[in-house]
């Protein structure tokens, strides 16, 4: 499986925008997907995630109620809607896909860099 995150960009506080990641492979629908996002000089955090079906979804605290993970599985797509941003949401966010319920993700995006100015 290959990903290819895309979307990020520079956006004032309080602003939105969507990621997308799209992956290339037929078994697409029955990955796991992942967004986890690195600041500068910190480690990469877990984001949000979702089952293969869509219908569960996880997301870490800090982007509870103002973030939404989806995924589209006829396009191959998982998007991250990111509302009511603020300046520590700033980060490089990545893409990841694995294929068991639980454990380590096995492939992972390039990477998209979203800037929020105060």
């Known amino acids: 499986v290959q990903l290819q995150a895309s979307g990020g960009g520079l956006v004032q506080a309080g602003g939105s925008l969507r990621l997308s990641c799209a992956a290339s492979?037929?078994?697409?629908?029955?990955?796991?997907m992942g967004w986890f996002r690195q600041a500068l000089g910190k480690e990469r955090d877990f984001v949000a995630s979702?089952?293969?079906?869509?219908?569960?979804?996880d997301y870490a605290d800090s982007v509870k109620g103002r973030f939404t993970i989806s995924r589209d599985n006829a396009k191959n797509t998982v998007y991250l809607q990111m509302n009511s941003l603020n300046p520590e949401d700033t980060a490089i966010y990545y893409c990841?896909?694995?294929?068991?319920?639980?454990?380590?993700?096995?492939?992972w995006g390039q990477g998209t860099q979203v800037t929020v100015s105060s």
């Open positions: 990841a896909a694995r294929a068991a319920p639980y454990g380590k993700y096995d492939y």
């Open positions: 492979g037929r078994t697409f629908s029955s990955y796991f």
């Open positions: 979702i089952r293969w079906n869509g219908r569960n979804a």
